[in-house]
């Protein structure tokens, strides 16, 4: 109960810095040449971002995960499968009263990879296979720099800027690279990161705000309140939580009819129907073109949330049992 008390509280407090952070971008936002400066701040503290994950990931815990193939292919299904097929019909039966921009929002939001440490977090709070969420959620993240852009090019092809070789090479530079160079860093800083896991959310956090900010200034710039209304964010945040019940829903009924014990179960539904933010708002802002990047990720931005609540709640239920 503390532990899942300490998570609500940092919920709420990243839930004000995003929100503050918006509200700064639409105050003050990055105009000339303040723009350059912070387009490279950004590009450095996703990097560090990556970085730090991968001199935390231990390859014994990715083989171990491994090992566990139908709940890995459940796990996959459900994130580069399932989501993209309900974010279809979703946006579909909304693309007629939301701004096109958000509606394709919603759908990137559906084709991008998993979160790795609230899935993680989740599932060793929820007493789940925290091994297979660990694998999981790391493999979805790196198969997730080619499969996200590539489904992007086949379900969104007009909406942002095409698929290309220039696209991937800057994705795979700013998240996969610097895994790869955590991963060797590791023998040297990886015990002393577990030691001091703070460093690493501030990292994660404040990677996060940053893009945001660079997303959202471009926004404002380009008018993007202007085309937002109170509805239409009211509109977004039942549609997220409508696409997040229903992959939960699906993950749970899947997982049993499939006969996995209550621990894979527990990372199955975990793993399986949560989106990263951290990858996806890079990726979104290499995707498609500036102006349209601060209403396409905020759908994202709002899932987020959602998703933490919700599968917080569902982690004590499950703790309970």
């Not at 977090?121 to 790196?142: D, E």
């Not at 905020?298 to 569902?314: E, G, K, N, R, S």
């Amino acid at each position: 109960m503390v532990r899942l008390r300490s998570l609500f509280q940092r919920l709420d407090q990243f839930l004000v810095l995003l929100i503050l952070t918006v509200i700064a971008a639409s105050l003050l936002p990055a105009r000339g040449a303040v723009v350059p400066i912070v387009d490279h701040v950004t590009v450095i503290a996703i990097a560090l971002l990556f970085v730090l994950y991968g001199a935390r990931l231990s390859p014994q815990a990715i083989w171990s995960g491994l090992a566990n193939w139908r709940l890995q292919a459940l796990v996959f299904a459900g994130t580069f499968a399932l989501f993209p097929l309900v974010g279809l019909l979703v946006t579909g039966a909304a693309r007629s009263w939301l701004p096109g921009e958000v509606a394709t929002g919603l759908l990137f939001l559906c084709l991008l990879p998993s979160t790795v440490q609230s899935s993680i977090a989740f599932t060793s709070i929820a007493r789940g296979n925290v091994p297979a969420a660990l694998c999981s959620a790391s493999l979805s993240n790196l198969l997730g720099v080619l499969l996200t852009p590539l489904l992007v090019a086949q379900l969104l092809p007009g909406a942002g800027n095409g698929l290309s070789l220039q696209a991937l090479k800057d994705i795979a530079l700013q998240i996969l690279l610097p895994f790869i160079v955590g991963q060797m860093l590791r023998p040297w800083i990886g015990d002393w990161l577990l030691r001091h896991p703070r460093l690493t959310a501030v990292v994660d956090r404040g990677s996060v705000l940053i893009v945001v900010y660079a997303a959202f200034s471009a926004g404002v710039v380009a008018g993007l309140w202007h085309r937002m209304s109170v509805g239409g964010l009211i509109g977004v945040c039942l549609l997220d939580l409508l696409i997040l019940a229903i992959v939960i829903g699906i993950m749970m009924f899947t997982s049993r009819r499939l006969a996995f014990s209550r621990e894979d179960e527990i990372a199955i539904v975990f793993c399986g129907s949560k989106k990263s933010m951290a990858s996806g708002i890079p990726m979104a802002a290499i995707l498609f073109s500036g102006r349209t990047v601060g209403l396409i990720v905020l759908p994202l931005m709002i899932f987020h949330q959602a998703q933490l609540v919700v599968c917080a709640m569902m982690a004590r239920r499950y703790a309970a049992q």
